[in-house]
Structure formats: structure tokens, C-alpha cells
């Protein structure tokens, strides 16, 4: 079981918080901060597994981490989990991402966090791992999405938005921070999918 | 309203939508906190308006601030209006928010009932989509219980998409409501050959995530898992049912023997390395399992060994990590084969991941030999100094003390290390494991008596540092060993060089910054320490140092006296007094040393942990029935002093006797002594050598110390533990050398009296004998102490009540709870339950409730002999290399089966089934046991080959299901009928046959107690006819009546079981009988007597059997059974009910029912096929039957007649 799936920028800055227990919404906050600073203590060259982290769980749970550019994807799950294949399955969610938001960047997850989770909910499901086939994943996220336009979407002027957020002032982070390197060499894994 | 419209879209253009908040919040990032207040305050306003849009994007920005932080429970109630909004787009971000903050807390949640199960059945799949997704995250016991239903509906449904979700969530379905777990399951089960490997995996999934917490439950679908095994390509799935067989291995060993081969196959095919990884580990579970009695897979240690290496020498950081987490598993069971990869170990010590780091650790733990322990300490104690961060620093530290105290400190072979290892511990700045150092010194000084005088020296050093110890004390729990050292030298002070000197450092005026409860143990010991002190000064006649010591108690107690904590001060006081008044007495010159020393006399043995709560409950004792009857209200302010002892040891709550005189001491400690020689429990190598009162012959019992000379007695100001390393080296280098020696000069032999073992063993581990002779206490256990370590478990454990044997048939009470009636489904499945059948039972009253559980155990026995013997037949099959045919083995296996492997776990059943019944119900002989094998196998495979053919036929059972009939209830029915009643005794019975047993049928009969009289002697006798027979106990004859098993006080009624042997069942048959029976009242006892006559009918022999469509055709196309058919009129029941009337009342299952029209299957217990066709015309029945015997079928039919002309 996964117990939860946190994506977090390199200032702790929370970008997808999905707790599958329940938390109160100031334990859940502190979870993040205190999940941030056990991460950010690793260099990227050791090993994407980590125990402890006195909140969440007891000794049956691993935080499982990956980090892409600006972004750290941690989901925290127990021994039924096979820890090689929750790597992998960041990688399938973080690629999804990619081909959703076509080239995937952290501002995509800033203004869309409501489609992160929907993403996010046909790959997990109330902590089980539902689906782990990306093109699986995306045709039902585009059938969703087809069916959301056909009902005129949320926004009555989507323009808007868009041009909002092109025009947006960012003042510590640079445009187009591109998760990019998506080919981070997973060993032996590739067949995987 | 029309303006209202308008009105509404224009403030729209005005809302901000969730990228403008976004946007804002990061424009103000100096007052973030306002401007999200205000936007809440927006937010407010437009979940006041009418347009669900507005709503909608309001509920989605309120997401967006959860996810921040903020508490958004507050709107639960629109969330659930923006849920139950029509279109998707606004029903997805409703489901969101509601995933993000319900929880079973949430009041409004039950609300939502009605709302999700209309999504569930929404058309549109991806509402229903939405509405599983969202409920998976907040689902609830009673949202679990009424909608369990649907959701099990919507695993069959046409959509994969839908139906992974169903059975994804049926988890958590099944979590909150553990009652829905045997009623779903069967369909479960049928999803993992589901033909979408997405459904399959889901099913895989939630299958391995319930049998990893109870294991022992899915052990029969080893063989179903075998199959996926060796056929899934799908690595997701093979890794999860890899990892569930390695849950499942420990439990059946003989399942490990067939894996094996699979396994190793797949680590050399493999290029993935996950699934390499959870072959390596699962193997090592087989191994683990298997560890007893199978020696040769040395090959597959080998092989698992050696791919570990490979990992763990990887560049990969994490394949190392897991290379080690793996290896510490094989560690346990073969420590050999890890053993020699130390050097990999030790190297991953050094390693900069922190993570990896900690598993090598781990893998330490059972590296350690006697040989190379105090080296591979000492490297970790080199790593203690160079740790940053406390939380290393202090796994090192428990790592250390976790390897050295190992079985009973077995690696240890020179104590005097150890405690200057756990001395030099206590000087780490910062650790939380003060109380872990400190109970490992009273552990070792309490049971290594040889050390005694060692340990107390350096306490005693300790206590004079212990201003080093405190100084950097408040905050961390260093300062506990403080505790220890105080303790131990008081306990021990006999063995003290300057006892003075140390008493004086325990008055010091620093000591009151210590922690309460280590001042109270202070106090407590410094009394201590004055008795031996003045014991000695007395015995040197020094009355002037004597009252110097009792005057400088005088003086420095007091600040204990004044101190805040409560204990502290209690002791302290009393103390004082009784220093006083021993000061008054030495005043007058009368010799007090004696009289002190008496309050300590006798000696603390080592209680083990669990020891109190091992103590059995003595017979006839009822620790809730009150000692004297409760006092008044008005008294209830006993209740604080309870909290004060339990930090405390143990050792010190144990109380010692108050100032008796000697005589009574004496006696005491002889009644003691005698209590431990008779106590098995109490092991000791020598009569307890006595403290100070100890006479002069005493001294020889102490256990001879035989401390090696070449380690210097005391090591000067703080010990250095590396220098017994040194001298380690050394000794056994002395010992090697001696030993050479004396193997020259045979002669010498005798004085290795000193060894512990003799020299049987050759150079290795053993041989080093430790540096004292070491007799290490074992810890007292009660007597009668239950081995159990039940303990253990925790009573809270949800998942506790998912462990539910799932292979006993459903009974008719398990049903999930149905909103509105429902048409039957197409049994196509192997589903085992029968719908008609249950939606009428759940209305029974409670009392039947109780008669079906009785059943239900009958059925599961029989049950459980029967999986026992399926997957005893799978396991005994040697598997061929090569992925198999699903069939071949079975087959092969009927002809090669060895008998033992079927016999040995059948008769584990039956002795378990022994307790449960009185009866004499069933002595199967052998030959009998062995036909219904053969039957077994036979019906195996008929089911195998019908299961085969069956396509998904979903398309065919969606309509049906969904075709919702508002019908009347049925009436509750019993199956259970009248048997006779007087003014005493009420009797209803109730035939089952069982497909085991082809001649035997079970009479179930109530008895009801209808009088104020008690009713005992109850006597069953039948008059047996040529075709039945009462089956009565060995030995009696045909005239003697069966006893029943209890006695019935008035209003009470009990079920006692009666077994007939049949020899014909196509007729139905009567037989009388009496029950005879004695009753008692005030006025004296009677013998009375109640006669009845038992009916067989030709129903009672039938057994419910589901039947599958496609083998119900072939049936009737064989053309063996002949046929009969009836007609009633005047029938106004609905069809539906007239199928449940006929399911219930005559042991029938609809196989497929089209319209109003059903084919009916059931099955007699000598195996006679029953194919009925029932057809519903206006006000009327017909009924066709078909089977193997025409007499049955006539009679049956007849006797349907009858039920049907009461409809």
C-alpha cells in the first residue's frame, strides 16, 4: 500500500500532497516539512530509499524518492510494495505528466495541481496502483478531458487564464525549468513498463 | 429567474479561478496569510450563489488552499453539492475535495450515500470512475456497508476500466466492513482470470494485500497463483505474487519445494531487475521455511548469495540497499554463507548513504562470533566518534549493545571489555539511550556475578565523574546511567575499594539537579552504603569513623528531604529518621551494624520481563468479585499514589522486609531457599551466596571468580576498552599456545577443568574460552509460566478482523445488504453463493441466526477436509520443469499421489475437529475415505473442464442486474419444522445431508425448554426401520436411545445433532421415536416422555450444489436421466420468490433464469443429478424435472407440489 504521494519543490514548497490515511491538515504540513528536510540532506548519487521519518507509519514504511530537476517525487509505502517497482512508477507518473502537459514543468503543477491529481488517480488508487501501462493512463485522461470539454469546461473564458499565466510575473523561478531529463538511467528497468 | 442567470454568469467573469489565486498568492508573498483570508472570504460568497459553476471553481480553490495547509472541512457540505452536480467536469473537482478532507469524522458524509451509489451506476463510466476514485479515499464503515453491493455489482462490469477500479476498492471496502469479505470473495477470485490485465492485476493486488496480513486464510489459492505465476507476463503482477508467495511459504513448507524451481528460473531468465529482486527474496523465504529438514539447496543459497553480491557491488545505490536488506534476511537461517562475505559488509560500513550504512549494520548483528566480536566493535566505536547527527549515532549505539547482549550475551568472552565498552559509551554527548546503557550494566552486574567487583569499581568511578555525566545531562537521557551506577554499588558494596569515598560522592549538593527518580535511588543506595560501611568500621572497632559516617548522613540527607519530587523526598525523610535514631543508639555504644545491614539482607534475583504477567490465575480465583463489598461514593480518593513506583525497575518495587529480628530472618531466608530448590524455574549453578550475613563457610559457594591475572583488576581513572582488546589478543594467543602444549602432554589434560566445554570441538569458535568463568543467572519465571507469547499481538490491529476463513461455503445469514431486490444472476461464475437464497435470509430472526452458525460448522468441517486434501493434492504433484498445462499435474497426480502426503494433514483436521463434536457422528473407515477421494477428483475435474469453457459473459448478466424489482419481501423462513411439543419440551428439526457422505444425514433438532422445570437425562431414541438407522455410540444396542450432550433450565434452548444412516433415499420414510427426559422443579422431579415421528423427506437428502450452465447442458443432453413433470395452479406469488421458496425449501440453485423461466439444479448425497426447468405462466406453475432416478424425482416433485400449493 502506498500511504501517500507528496511532490515538493527544492524549497519544501508543496506541489501535490495525497495522503491515502487521514491526517489533519497541520500534521499533513508538517509531514511535508519534515519528508523535505530528510530529502534535501541526501546528495542525488545515493540510494533513493529511506527510512525513518517518525510521522507517517512505523518501521514497515520506506520513503521512496525520486528527484528531477526542480521537483522531488516522494511516495511513502510499506513492505508490500516492491521498492524497485514504486521507482518505476514515479517514472511512468512523471512521464505521463510530460506527455499531458507536453514537455512537463514545475509551473505546469503549480496552476494545474486539479489535473496533477486527476493524472495521479489513474495511476494510484486509494494507495493500491492501479494502472501502471502509460498509454493506458493517457487515453483515459484525454477521454476525460475530451469529455470535460464537450461540457464547455470549467472556465467560461479560458483565453484568460492562458494569457495569464504566459504574461505571469515569476520572480524566483526561471521560465521553462524543463523537468526535461526524463531518460535518468534506471537500471535494467526499461521493460518494465 | 431568467436574471438571475444573467446576473450570476457576469459575477463569474469577476471570480477568480484557481490559476488567478495561484497567481495571487505568489504576488503577495509578504502577506500571504491576509490575502488568502481574503480570498477565503471570496470563496465564502460564491458558495452562497445558486450557479453550480461558481460553486464548483470555488470548492476547486479550496483544494488548492488544502493542499497549503488550510482546513477546508468547513464546506463539506457544498463539496457534496458540487459532487452531486450533473455534469463531469464539476462532479470530478467535488470527488477531489472530497478525497482531499472527508474522513470518518466528517459528519455530512452520510449524506453522500445515495449520491454515490447513483454515480455508480451512472452510465457514463466515467462517473462512475470518478465517484470509486473518490470513495476509495473516503470511505466509511457504514458508506463500506451500503454500498458493498454496488460496488460488487460493478466488478462484473462490461467496462476493464470499471471493474479494476471495483475490485481495486473492494480492499478498502472490505477493510472498514470485514463482513463483505466472504460474500465478494468468490467473484474476486474469479477476476484474477480476468481477460484485462489491468482487472487482473487490480484483483492480484488487493488479494496479496489481504493474505499478507493473514496468510494462513489464502493458502488454497496457491495452486491459482502457481498458474498466474508461471503464465503472467506482467511484471507488476508476477512481482506481487512472488512477494505473496513469500508470505505464504512459512506456512505450508511443501509449497517452498515447489517453487523453488520457478524461482531459480526466473532469477537466471530475468533481466529486470526488480523481479530479480523479489525472486532473491522470496527464495530466501522458501529457504528460511525450509531451513529444517531439507538439506540440499545449498545450490540455491548459493545462488541467491551470490546475485545479492552482485547487487549490493553495483554502482546503483539502491541495488546495494537492497542487496544488503536481502542479505540480512538469508542471514538469519545461514548466517555461514553471509558470513563470508564480511569484508563486503564492513566495507559498506564506510559507505557516504547513510541509508546503506544502516544496513550493513543490521547484517553485523549476526556476524559476530566470539572471535572477531570486540574487533568489529571496536570499528563501530570508532564509527561512534565519527558520526554526525544523533540519530546514527545512536543506532550505532543500540547496534552495539543489541550485538554484544545477543542469546544471552553468547559472543562475550570477557565481561570487564563490555562494561568499560558500555563506560566509554556514556561519554557519546547527546544520546537518547541513556536507560539502554543503563540497563545493560544492571543486567550484566546483577547476572555476571563474577564481574561484580569490576562493575562496582567502575561505577564507583562513575558516580565521582558524575559531574561529567551531568554537566551536558538535562537534556539528553545520558545522565540514567547514573541510575545504574548508583544501584549497583550500593547493591554490590561489599565489593567496594573506598566505600567512603563513594559515598561521599553520592551527597554531593550537585546530585539534587539529577532527575527525581534517579535522586530516589541515590538516597535508597546511599543507605546502602552506609550499612556496609558501618558494618565494617564496627568489625574494626573504629567507633569514632563510624559516627563520623552517621553524622555526615545528618548532614547532607536533609537536601534530599527539601527536594519537589515526592518519592525523593519520602525516602529521604524516613532515612533520616532511622540515621537519627541509629545515631542516638551509638551514642549509648550498642552496635548497630548488624540491625542496618538487616534491612538489605537476602538477594535480588533477575525477574524476566514478562514474569508477572505469566503468573497463571490460580484456580478458583476471580480477580474482578469484590474483596469486601464497595464502600459509598462518598470515598474515592484512593487513587494517586499508584503512578509513582512505575518508572521504576521492577527489582526495586520488590520489597524487602521491614526490621525483623534475626530469628525470623533466618527462617525466612531457610523458607526461601527451600521454595527455590523445589522451583524448576529458579536456576542457579550455586546456592545463593548470602550478602553480609553470609558466615564465614558462605564465602565458598560463591561461584569461584577466575579472573585472568594478565587483565589488570582495575583500570586507573576511566577505562579504555581498547586496551583489552590488546590484551584479548594476547590471552588467546596464550591459550593457543598452552593448548598446543598440553596437546603434546596428554597427561595435563585434567586441568582444562577450567574450559567450559571440553575439547571436543575442534580450532573454531568454541574453543575460545572466556577470560572469567562466566555463570550467568538465567532470569525466574513463575511457575506454571504458559510458554505463549500471545502477548505479542496487538488487540487493536485492524486488520485483525480481515482474518476470516474464506474457503467454508457462505452461509445463508452472509449476504451484503441489498437496497432493493434484484434480479437473480446467470451463475456463470464459481461463485458459490446463491443469491435468491440470501436475500430472504437476512430477515430471519436472531434464533435462526444461531441454528445456521451451528450448521455452517458442520459445513465447515467438511469443508476443511476437503481443501486440505485439494491442496495436499497439488502440493504432493512433482511439477515438471517447464511451465505446465494447468491440468497435467492434477491428472498425473491421481495415479502417483503418495498416500502419506494426503493422509498426515487430514488428521490434523479431524483432531481439531474432535473438540467441537460429541457426536458420534462420523468414523469414516478407510475404505470409505478413499471413495470419496475418488469422487472429489472426479467432481475436480468436471468443474476444471467446465470452467474452462466458460466465456465472459458479462454482456449477458448486466441487463439482468441492473432490472431492479420493487417486489414484496418474503416472509422470514425456516427450513427448521415442528417435531412434536408438550406443556415441557418444544421440538423442530431440520435434515442435511453432506456430499461426503453418501449414507449419512444429519437431524438437527431444537429443543426448547417451555416449562419453569429444569430438564435433564434428555434420552433420544428412534425406532430404526430396515432403510434408517440412528447411528448410536459403540457398543449399545438397537434399543438404547442417544443421550443429548446438555441439560436445558427453563426458557433455554439448545440444538443437539443426531446422525441417521440411510441406506435408500429415492422415498421418503418416517420413523417414530420418543425423547425421554427428567424434570425438575421445587416440588420434586419427574420422568416424562414425548413421542414423535421424524420425516425424512426426499429434500432432506438433497445437498444445494451450484451448478454452471454450460455443464447443466451438457447434463441434459447426456440423456441418462429420465424425466417427470407437474403443474400448480392458482399461484400468486411473484417468480422471484417463488425461485427463493424453491432454492430454500427444496435445496436448489438457479443455474440461469431468463424471463420467467429457470433452470434449477441440486444434487442428492448419493450423487443423483436433479435438473428442474420451472416455467411461470398466469397464475401458474409448471414444473419439469429431470434426473437419474425416476422414483426421486416423482417423489420430489410431490413433495414441491405441496410447498408450491401454499404460495
Known sequence: MIQAILVFNNHGKPRLVRFYQRFPEEIQQQIVRETFHLVLKRDDNICN????????????????????????????????ESELGILDLIQVFVETLDKCFENVCEL?????????????????????????????????????????????????????????????????????????????????LSQFV | MALKMVKGSIDRMFDKNLQDLVRGIRNHKEDEAKYISQCIDEIKQELKQDNIAVKANAVCKLTYLQMLGYDISWAAFNIIEVMSASKFTFKRIGYLAASQCFHEGTDVIMLTTNQIRKDLSSPSQYDTGVALTGLSCFVTPDLARDLANDIMTLMSHTKPYIRKKAVLIMYKVFLKYPESLRPAFPRLKEKLEDPDPGVQSAAVNVICELARRNPKNYLSLAPLFFKLMTSSTNNWVLIKIIKLFGALTPLEPRLGKKLIEPLTNLIHSTSAMSLLYECVNTVIAVLISLSSGMPNHSASIQLCVQKLRILIEDSDQNLKYLGLLAMSKILRTHPKSVQAHKDLVLQCLDDKDESIRLRALDLLYGMVSKKNLMEIVKKLMTHVDKAEGTTYRDELLTKIIDICSQSNYQHITNFEWYISILVELTRLEGTRHGHLIAAQMLDVAIRVKAIRRFAVSQMSA??????????????????????????????????????????????????????????????????????????????AADVQAAQEVTQLLVERLPQFVQSADLEVQERASCILQLVKHVQKLQAKDVPVAEEVSALFAGELNPVAPKAQKKVP???????????????????????????????????????????????????????????????????????????????????????????????????????????????????????????????????????????????????????????????????????????????????????????????????????????????????????????????????????????????????????????????????????????????????????????????????????????????????????????????????????????KKTPPREGVAEPMENGALDEDPLPPMSSYCLLAENSYIKMTYDVQGSLQKDSQVTVSVVLENQSSSFLKSMELNVLDSLNARLARPEGSSVHDGVPVPFQLPPGISNEAQFVFTIQSIVMAQKLKGTLSFIAKNDEGSTHEKLDFKLHFTCTSYLVTTPCYSDAFAKLLESGDLSMSSIKVDGISMSFQNLLAKICFHHRFSVVERVDSCASMYSRSIQGHHICLLVKKGEKSVSVDGKCSDPTLLSNLLEEMKETLAKC
Open chain 1, 49 to 80: 530509499f529511506l527510512e525513518g521519518g517518525s510521522l507517517i507509519g512505523g518501521s514497515d514504511y520506506k520513503l521512496i524518492y525520486r528527484h528531477y530537476a526542480t521537483l522531488y517525487f516522494v511516495f511513502c509505502v510499506d513492505s508490500s
Open chain 2, 617 to 947: 490465575v490460580p484456580e478458583g480465583l476471580d480477580l474482578d468479585a469484590w474483596i469486601n463489598e464497595p464502600l459509598s461514593d462518598s470515598e474515592s480518593e484512593d487513587e494517586k499514589p499508584k503512578a509513582i513506583f512505575q518508572d521504576e525497575e521492577q527489582r526495586h518495587a520488590k520489597q524487602r522486609p521491614p526490621e525483623a529480628d534475626e530469628q525470623e530472618l533466618a527462617r525466612r531466608r531457610e523458607a526461601r531457599k527451600q521454595e527455590q530448590a523445589n522451583n524448576p524455574f529458579y536456576i542457579k549453578s550455586s546456592p545463593s551466596p548470602q550478602k553480609r550475613y553470609q558466615d564465614a563457610p558462605g564465602v565458598d559457594h560463591i561461584p569461584v571468580v577466575q579472573i585472568d591475572l594478565s587483565v589488570p583488576l582495575k583500570v586507573p581513572g576511566m577505562p579504555m576498552s581498547d586496551q583489552y582488546v590488546k590484551l584479548e589478543e594476547e590471552r588467546r594467543h596464550q591459550q593457543r599456545l598452552e593448548k598446543d602444549k598440553r596437546k603434546k602432554k596428554r597427561r595435563e589434560r585434567e586441568r582444562r577443568g577450567t574450559r567450559r566445554h571440553s575439547s571436543l570441538h575442534t580450532e573454531s569458535d568454541e574453543d575460545i574460552a572466556p577470560a572469567q568463568r562466566v555463570d550467568i543467572v538465567t532470569e525466574e519465571m513463575p511457575e506454571n509460566a504458559l510458554p505463549s507469547d500471545e502477548d505479542d499481538k496487538d488487540p487493536n490491529d485492524p486488520y485483525r478482523a480481515l482474518d476470516i476463513d474464506l474457503d467454508k461455503p457462505l452461509a445463508d445469514s452472509e449476504k451484503l445488504p441489498v437496497q432493493k431486490h434484484r434480479n437473480t444472476e446467470t451463475p456463470k461464475s464459481p461463485e458459490k453463493e446463491d443469491i435468491p437464497v440470501m436475500e430472504k435470509k437476512s430477515k430471519k430472526p436472531k434464533k435462526k441466526e444461531k441454528k445456521h452458525k451451528e450448521k455452517e460448522r458442520e459445513k465447515k468441517k467438511r469443508k476443511e477436509a476437503e481443501k486440505g486434501e485439494d491442496l495436499d493434492f497439488w502440493l504432493s504433484t512433482t511439477l515438471p520443469a517447464v511451465a505446465p498445462a494447468p491440468e497435467e499435474p492434477r491428472v498425473n497426480a491421481v495415479a502417483a499421489a503418495p498416500e502419506e502426503g494426503l493422509e498426515e494433514p487430514r488428521g490434523e483436521v479431524q483432531d481439531a475437529d474432535e473438540d467441537k463434536q460429541q457426536e458420534p457422528e462420523k468414523k469414516p473407515s478407510k475404505e470409505k475415505k478413499k471413495k470419496h477421494k475418488k469422487d472429489k477428483e472426479e467432481r475436480t475435474k468436471d468443474k476444471k473442464k467446465s470452467k
Open chain 1, 108 to 188: 505546469d503543477l503549480i496552476f494545474h495541481m486539479d489535473k496533477v491529481h486527476y493524472i495521479l488517480q489513474e495511476v494510484v488508487m486509494g494507495g493500491m496502483v492501479l494502472e501502471t501501462n502509460m498509454n493506458e493512463i493517457v487515453a483515459q485522461i484525454e477521454a476525460q478531458n475530451k469529455l470535460e470539454k464537450s461540457e464547455g469546461g470549467l472556465s467560461a473564458a479560458p483565453a484568460r487564464a492562458v494569457s495569464a499565466v504566459k504574461s505571469i510575473n515569476l520572480p524566483e523561478m526561471p521560465r521553462n525549468i524543463n523537468i526535461g531529463d526524463l531518460n535518468i538511467k534506471v537500471p535494467n
Open chain 2, 462 to 539: 562513575l558516580l565521582d565523574s558524575a559531574h561529567l555525566v551531568a554537566s551536558s545531562t538535562q537534556r539528553n537521557g545520558i545522565c540514567e546511567v547514573l541510575y545504574a551506577a548508583a544501584w549497583i554499588c550500593g547493591e554490590f558494596s561489599e565489593h567496594l575499594q573506598e566505600p567512603q569515598q563513594t559515598l561521599e560522592a553520592m551527597l554531593r549538593p550537585k546530585v539534587t539537579t539529577l532527575p527525581g527518580h534517579i535522586q530516589a535511588v541515590y538516597v535508597q543506595n546511599v543507605v546502602k552504603l552506609y550499612a556496609a560501611i558501618l558494618q565494617q568500621k564496627e568489625q
